[in-house]
């Protein structure tokens, strides 16, 4: 690539990301990385965005109308994740801008840590931490710490993508009969049942959430499905907070109606310090890091540079979230 092309694609990442994958985008663009531990405040992603070819954005960055209008150059937004509703999809294929993400390769990362969430949730783990730690351990007692099975327990998953998938065969693992939202996925797997959402709710002890976050799935789970569910049951999210009503979350919870949560995410994020959630002992929270693994987060950043690359070749990416997207050709930007 000529030194003056490479000059002439300017790329923004909005926080820092593996070295490997950055520093080959620096072999092939000119490369601005915001530097903050927070994301960049909006003025700045507007600023910074008015004179970039490419933006490589994590989830906690808006791109909505108003950013993408404000950036004429703009031919990727490359999203370090799978989920994109922190971006206008519509807007930005009007503006022919592709928008690429990391699905895929993040699937057992997650799955791990919805297990996790469950296993700690479930049998008290983190609890029982906290009372160590207080030097609350005083002795062995028979009625001390007791938790929920997980073995020969039942597990509704509402969500049977990939990551669905992927916990139903961990599920299975632990000798669990494993039950999904009927018509969430053309996939199978073997040994898993179809049902409703009311039978899902009325039978299951845990309940692990894998939908993405759309009009449709918002507070799909609210004080409605609370009541349905079955008593002393464990919620596990580790999708968007935002599919969970999360005051009716806090209801349920509070009036012994469901036994737990696991969470991974809330609605607002980061959770506000003082939010009642936090001082409920059957809560486990989690700061968003289901895909927090060293070789997950690897390959994601390698993804996202790879989506950017691929449209200054002139090519949609293969991981595109507007696959019928037309591309913004560098000769129709002004």
């Not at 990442?13 to 405040?41: C, N, Q």
């Not at 699937?107 to 730690?133: C, K, N, S, W, Y």
């Not at 691929?310 to 591309?327: D, I, K, S, T, W």
């Amino acid at each position: 690539m000529p030194p003056t092309d490479r000059v002439r694609r300017k790329v923004f990442v909005t926080r820092a990301i593996d070295s490997t994958a950055l520093e080959r985008l620096r072999a092939a663009t000119a490369v601005t990385v915001w530097r903050g531990e927070m994301p960049p405040p909006a003025p700045a992603l507007r600023s910074a965005l008015a004179s970039a070819d490419a933006v490589l954005s994590m989830i906690t960055d808006k791109l909505d109308a108003g950013v993408i209008a404000g950036a004429p150059r703009l031919r990727v937004i490359s999203n370090l994740g799978v989920g994109v509703d922190n971006i206008d999809l519509e807007a930005a294929t009007r503006a022919g801008i592709a928008v690429g993400h990391t699905p895929g390769v993040l699937t057992d990362a997650t799955a791990d840590l919805a297990f996790g969430l469950l296993m700690a949730t479930g049998r008290r783990i983190a609890e029982a931490d906290r009372q160590v730690r207080a030097g609350m351990w005083r002795t062995w007692a028979p009625m001390t710490m007791l938790g929920h099975d997980v073995h020969s327990s039942t597990i509704g998953l509402i969500g049977f993508g990939a990551i669905g998938r992927a916990m139903a065969q961990r599920a299975m693992g632990f000798g669990m009969r494993v039950l999904y939202l009927k018509h969430s996925s053309s996939q199978r797997v073997a040994g898993a049942v179809a049902v409703g959402l009311p039978r899902l709710l009325a039978e299951s002890d845990y309940v692990s959430i894998h939908v993405p976050l759309t009009v449709k799935t918002r507070h799909m789970i609210g004080a409605r499905e609370f009541a349905l569910m079955k008593p002393g049951a464990i919620l596990v999210n580790t999708a968007r907070g935002a599919v969970v009503d999360q005051a009716a979350m806090l209801a349920a919870l509070k009036s012994g109606r469901l036994g737990g949560a696991g969470l991974d995410v809330t609605d607002p994020e980061p959770i506000a310090r003082h939010d009642p959630l936090l001082r409920l002992d059957n809560v486990v929270i989690t700061p968003h890091i289901g895909s927090a693994s060293i070789a997950t987060r690897a390959r994601m950043a390698a993804i996202a540079v790879e989506n950017i690359l691929e449209v200054f070749a002139g090519r949609v990416p293969r991981l595109c979230a507007n696959p019928q997207v037309r591309l913004r050709h560098p000769n129709e930007i002004a």
